[in-house]
Structures are given as structure tokens and as C-alpha cells.
């Protein structure tokens, strides 16, 4: 059962949902999230990892189940370059903005912390896309949506770009939503210890202060 604006308020009221900064409205059926400081914003870091690869012998692949995301994250991920306009480079940032070319993907995280609580949770929250964004062919949050029960920590969004146009992100900017269901009892185990990501503020999953460059 999804939870209404009614319901999404009073379990934020009550501690059985974490949205911090609270939100300053709520929709019917969920919750606006916002791109997190300009600085958070990452990209894969191809020629250091090409460079390194090469190195060792090998072409550079990556295989995908024997990465560690903590270790691999912090090595191979820096800030985008500064914009030029006849640049090659799919993300750049321009000031204070991100500028995601077509086929561009960056890595940015929500400025909102959110989960539930270690003991007695009962939700389960889902973050998705908002459709308004998406006809632009703005892709949010391309891996599984959910937010496990008794997680709690900044969502790292992957957003890529598959539309025509350059588009153009702010920190601050409500690029994606969040939506709440009741789960039948529990767990019996949390999250925090078995979860690589739990309490992440990194793309990395890594905790403390921003380690993006």
C-alpha cells in the first residue's frame, strides 16, 4: 500500500521516514528530490582508468562482478571538466551549472538524506524519474529503484542524457521523486553492516564529508 500526502507527513512527523531537509511540500503520492552541491557531481574518470589498464597489459574492461564500488568509485571518479564549447566532453560544468551533452552521464547525489529506521521499520521507498524530465530524454536513476528498509543515506543518482538537447542541471534542481509503501511486517535484519551504501554521502558508498574532488 502506497502512501498518501497525509500519510508520507505523519510518518516523517513521527520518525518511520527520513526526508532530510524535511520537504517544503508533498505531493498526493510523493516526495520532490533535489540535486544535491554542485560538487557532489562525478564523472568516470576513462582516461586514468584506460592509462592504468593498459598498463597492467590489458584493454581496459571493466568486470562488473569483481569491482569493488568503494574502492573502484574514489580512484576513478573526478569533478567534470571546466566548459569549453568545442570540447569532445560530454559533462562539463559552466559556473555553477552541469551541462550533460546527449549520451552525457553523470553522477550526482540528493542533497535529501532519506530511509527508515534501523528498528521497527515498516516502509520501503522507491525513487523514480519524474515524467516531465524524461520526454526530454533525461534517464534519472538507472539502476534498481528501491530503498531497502532500514537504509538510510543519499541516493547517488545516475543520470544520462538520450534526448537532442544539452541539458543543463543546478544544484537544487527537483530531478527526481519519492514514493512510499508499507511492507507486511519488519525485517529482522537492518541494513547498516551488510549494506556497502548505507550511510553513503559518496558516490563511492563511502561516509563523512564529500570526497568528490
Same mark, same amino acid.
Given at each position: 500500500?502506497?502512501?498518501?500526502?497525509?500519510?508520507?507527513?505523519?510518518?516523517?512527523?513521527?520518525?518511520?521516514?527520513?526526508?532530510?531537509? %524535511?520537504?517544503?511540500?508533498?505531493?498526493?503520492?510523493?516526495?520532490?528530490?533535489?540535486?544535491?552541491?554542485? &560538487?557532489?557531481?562525478?564523472?568516470?574518470?576513462?582516461? *586514468?582508468?584506460? %592509462?592504468?589498464?593498459?598498463?597492467?597489459?590489458?584493454?581496459?574492461?571493466?568486470?562488473?562482478?569483481?569491482?569493488?564500488?568503494?574502492?573502484?568509485?574514489? %580512484?576513478?571518479?573526478?569533478?567534470?571538466?571546466?566548459?569549453?564549447?568545442?570540447?569532445?566532453?560530454?559533462?562539463?560544468?559552466?559556473?555553477?551549472?552541469?551541462?550533460? %551533452?546527449?549520451?552525457?552521464?553523470?553522477?550526482?547525489?540528493?542533497?535529501?538524506?532519506?530511509?527508515?529506521? *534501523?528498528?521497527?521499520?515498516?516502509?520501503?521507498?522507491?525513487? &523514480?524519474? *519524474?515524467?516531465?524530465?524524461?520526454?526530454?530524454?533525461?534517464?534519472?536513476?538507472?539502476?534498481?529503484?528501491?530503498?531497502?528498509?532500514?537504509?538510510?543515506?543519499?541516493?547517488?543518482? &545516475?543520470?544520462?542524457?538520450?534526448?537532442?538537447?544539452?541539458?543543463?542541471?543546478?544544484?537544487?534542481?527537483?530531478?527526481?521523486?519519492?514514493?512510499?509503501?508499507?511492507?507486511?511486517?519488519?525485517?529482522? *535484519?537492518?541494513?547498516?553492516?551488510?549494506?556497502?551504501?548505507?550511510?553513503?554521502?559518496?558516490?563511492?558508498?563511502?561516509?563523512?564529508?564529500?570526497?568528490?574532488?
Amino acid at each position: 500500500m502506497f502512501l498518501s500526502d497525509r500519510d508520507l507527513a505523519w510518518a516523517i512527523e513521527t520518525g518511520r521516514l527520513t526526508v532530510e531537509p %524535511k520537504p517544503k511540500k508533498i505531493d498526493p503520492t510523493s516526495i520532490d528530490l533535489h540535486l544535491g552541491k554542485i &560538487e557532489d557531481a562525478v564523472v568516470w574518470d576513462i582516461d *586514468k582508468f584506460t %592509462k592504468e589498464m593498459r598498463a597492467s597489459g590489458n584493454r581496459p574492461e571493466l568486470h562488473v562482478g569483481q569491482y569493488s564500488v568503494a574502492e573502484f568509485a574514489p %580512484k576513478f571518479t573526478r569533478a567534470p571538466p571546466d566548459y569549453q564549447l568545442d570540447s569532445d566532453s560530454k559533462v562539463m560544468r559552466r559556473g555553477d551549472q552541469v551541462v550533460v %551533452k546527449p549520451l552525457g552521464f553523470v553522477l550526482w547525489m540528493t542533497e535529501e538524506v532519506v530511509g527508515t529506521p *534501523k528498528n521497527n521499520a515498516d516502509l520501503i521507498c522507491f525513487v &523514480e524519474g *519524474k515524467s516531465t524530465k524524461a520526454r526530454t530524454g533525461m534517464v534519472v536513476h538507472l539502476t534498481a529503484p528501491i530503498i531497502h528498509s532500514t537504509w538510510t543515506g543519499n541516493v547517488v543518482l &545516475e543520470i544520462v542524457n538520450l534526448g537532442p538537447f544539452d541539458i543543463v542541471f543546478h544544484a537544487g534542481d527537483a530531478i527526481a521523486q519519492l514514493t512510499v509503501c508499507r511492507i507486511t511486517s519488519s525485517p529482522y *535484519k537492518g541494513m547498516e553492516g551488510t549494506s556497502a551504501t548505507y550511510g553513503q554521502t559518496h558516490v563511492s558508498g563511502q561516509r563523512g564529508p564529500s570526497q568528490a574532488p
